[in-house]
């Protein structure tokens, strides 16, 4: 009975470090990483869709008529230097800062990038681990559910009309070439 206890614990002790490990492994790079290879014609370049769409032009939204009239009656000096309306306009600022690679390149200008929906990219932007699902799973990629979108697609923006999931997605769709 004692040792069952005893090896439970050990078990759990493993499971905690292991997991705890795992998430500090895996590091926000930053889009022009994943640019290198997804800018490429023959993997459907995703770069140029995501660059041409909303989510690239998040920071400096912040810097529009609206939001310096909103920033105005409501007291904020800068809304592109303040955390209040950062937290959602660029990844940088969404991440917790000891997750960001310093070898990597993420910028605050480059507003809501890729690793916001699919999950800090140090280790699964490898050739090898990007052919694999399974693998990028296990080395960091998440599932962009509809729950990863209402981290900001929800009341606490200020600009908040409404979500609808299925809708949004249409509207971001970067498919891989053979899933067309
Ligand atoms: C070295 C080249 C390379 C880099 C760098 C790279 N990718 Fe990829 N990625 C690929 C390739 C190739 C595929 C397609 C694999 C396939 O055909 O199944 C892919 C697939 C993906 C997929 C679909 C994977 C799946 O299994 O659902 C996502 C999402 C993705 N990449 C995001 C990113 C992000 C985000 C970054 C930057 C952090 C990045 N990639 C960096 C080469 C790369
Ligand atoms: C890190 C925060 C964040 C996440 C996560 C996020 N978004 Fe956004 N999204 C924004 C911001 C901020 C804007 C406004 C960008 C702008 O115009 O400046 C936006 C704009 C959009 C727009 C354009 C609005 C329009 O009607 O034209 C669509 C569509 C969209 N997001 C869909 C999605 C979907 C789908 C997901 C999940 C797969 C998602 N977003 C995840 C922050 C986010
Ligand atoms: C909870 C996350 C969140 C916060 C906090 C947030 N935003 Fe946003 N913001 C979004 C999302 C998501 C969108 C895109 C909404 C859409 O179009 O569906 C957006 C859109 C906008 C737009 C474009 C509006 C339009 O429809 O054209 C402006 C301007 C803006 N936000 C400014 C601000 C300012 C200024 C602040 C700080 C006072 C701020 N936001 C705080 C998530 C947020
Ligand atoms: C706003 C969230 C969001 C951002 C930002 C975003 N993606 Fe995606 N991405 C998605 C969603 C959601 C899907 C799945 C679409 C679906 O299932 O219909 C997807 C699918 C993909 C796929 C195809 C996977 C497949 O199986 O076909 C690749 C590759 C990919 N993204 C790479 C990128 C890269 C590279 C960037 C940055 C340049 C990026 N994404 C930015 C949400 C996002």
């Excluded at 500090?24 to 660059?51: A, I, L, P």
């Excluded at 032009?57 to 809304?79: F, H, V």
């Excluded at 052919?131 to 908040?160: R, S």
């Amino acid at each position: 009975m004692r040792k069952t206890g005893f090896m439970a614990i050990i078990m759990l002790l493993t499971f905690l470090s292991m997991t705890l490990f795992a998430q500090d492994k895996f590091m926000y790079v930053g889009v022009k990483k994943c640019k290198t290879c997804h800018k490429m014609k023959k993997y459907g370049n995703q770069y140029e869709v995501w660059q041409k769409a909303a989510h690239s032009k998040a920071l400096e939204s912040l810097s529009s008529k609206e939001s310096l009239e909103y920033a105005k009656k409501n007291g904020i000096a800068d809304p592109a230097k303040d955390p209040k309306c950062l937290k959602c306009h660029s990844t940088m600022a969404t991440v917790d800062k000891k997750l960001i690679d310093p070898k990597g390149k993420l910028t605050i200008e480059e507003g809501v990038s890729c690793e916001s929906c699919h999950g800090p990219g140090s280790v699964y932007k490898s050739n090898k681990i990007m052919k694999d699902h399974k693998a990028c799973l296990e080395n960091g990629l998440i599932e962009p559910t509809e729950a990863v979108c209402k981290e900001c697609h929800n009341k606490d923006n200020p600009f908040h009309k409404g979500f609808d999931f299925k809708e949004a997605l249409k509207k971001v769709q970067h498919p891989l070439p053979e899933k067309k």
